[in-house]
Each structure stands twice: as C-alpha cells, then as structure tokens.
C-alpha cells in the first residue's frame, strides 16, 4: 500500500532541493490534491447520500445544504413510499421557478446550496448521487484511493508543484505535461467504464448516508 510517508520520500527523491524546504511539502500536496478535484471527476468519486423532510420548516423544505466534501453533481432523485425513482431535473437558478406544491417535472438549482422548485413532502426522501473530494492526505490520513490507485498522479502533480515553489520553470513544465497524459488516461479509461458499468455497481462503489 502506498502511503503519505512514501510520496513524501519519492517528492524528495526526485526534487533533491525540496529536502531544504521539507515544510513546503505538505503544503504542496495540498496544491496538488486541490489540482485533482479539478481535473478528475471520477466514478470512484461517486457517493450517494439521502436528506429527509423537516430539514428546514421556515423554507418549506425546499433547501438543503451540500455535503462538506461536495464537488458537483451527478443526478438528485426523489424517492417515495413505494421506493420508486423519480428524477430531478436541474436548470440555472434564473430559470428555477419555485412553487408551493409539487406538479409537474420537479426541478432544481444549485447556489450555495440545493433548491427543490417545490417541496419535500413528508413522505418522500432526497436522494443525491454526487461527486465527492477525495479525502486529503497527511500524517493522520495515510492514503487514500487515489493514491493507493493512480499513485504516478499524485506524485506528477506534486513535482509540478514542486519545481514551480523552486522556480525550476523547465522542470515543472515536464512533471505538468507527465500529469495531464496521466489525467487524460485516467478520464479516458473512466468515460468507457461510466457507460459500460450498471448502476448496481456503482451503488457498491458509493457509501450511503442517511442524513435524518
């Protein structure tokens, strides 16, 4: 298993100079970690997680928060009594028209937060399908899928970022082009496997948490 100790090592090993600098180096695999959020949105990143009515009585339970670790969408479904699935359409927040019941094709928005055009009702339960950061690495945090997976990624970024606090320019620019092929592959790879999989796998890839 890879873990935090050894990208520490390898970022050393490869970036001689950072050894001098060794507490930039947490700071540069937050920098890193901050450039995968951006450019890998990917199935194991998929998580489903569930809201109840009675969230907000004030607002009529037509806004709910996004989860901590929230990086965009994927799909938002109500699910009522008889567990079946009805789709949640989303549009811009100019074009939401919010109602006080629930008719018609159900749509939401997304500011700052989840805004259902209706109501929740008691009887039915908000479920989101959501991308998700992975968790961040550190001393309290050993690894985590990508690194345990796709661990050239994170060492490539992590030199990239190296080489530009050393202001090794050329060098960085290398290590950027190394992370982008990589980054490529890996949405390549993950655009065949989003069509090619069911659902049903990727509900056993994902964590369920019911939010009461």
Not at 17 to 28: K, L, R
Not at 179 to 186: K, M, P, Q, S
Request: proline share 6%.
């Amino acid at each position: 298993m890879t873990t935090y100790a050894d990208l520490v090592s390898d970022i050393k090993s490869w970036a001689p100079s950072m050894t001098e600098f060794e507490s930039a180096v947490p700071g540069i695999i937050r920098l890193a970690e901050a450039e995968h959020a951006q450019d890998m949105w990917i199935l194991p990143m998929l998580i489903r997680s569930r809201a109840l009515a009675g969230n907000d009585p004030e607002s009529g339970d037509r806004f709910f928060p996004l989860p901590i670790d929230y990086l965009g969408m994927e799909e938002l479904h109500f699910i009522k009594p008889d567990k079946t699935r009805q789709k949640i359409k989303q549009v811009s927040p100019s074009a939401l028209i919010p109602q006080t019941t629930s008719s018609g094709q159900p749509e939401f928005c997304i500011h700052q937060e989840i805004e259902l055009s209706a109501p929740l009702s008691d009887d039915q339960v908000l479920e989101m399908l959501y991308y998700r950061k992975f968790e961040a690495i550190g001393p309290n945090v050993d690894t985590n899928w990508l690194l345990k997976n796709q661990y050239n990624v994170y060492l490539y970024a992590c030199l990239f970022q190296a080489f530009l606090f050393l202001r090794d320019l050329d060098t960085s620019a290398l290590w950027g082009t190394q992370y982008e092929r990589t980054v490529d592959a890996i949405m390549e790879k993950n655009r065949r496997s989003k069509w090619t999989q069911s659902e049903m796998s990727v509900s056993m890839n994902s964590v369920i948490d019911e939010t009461p």
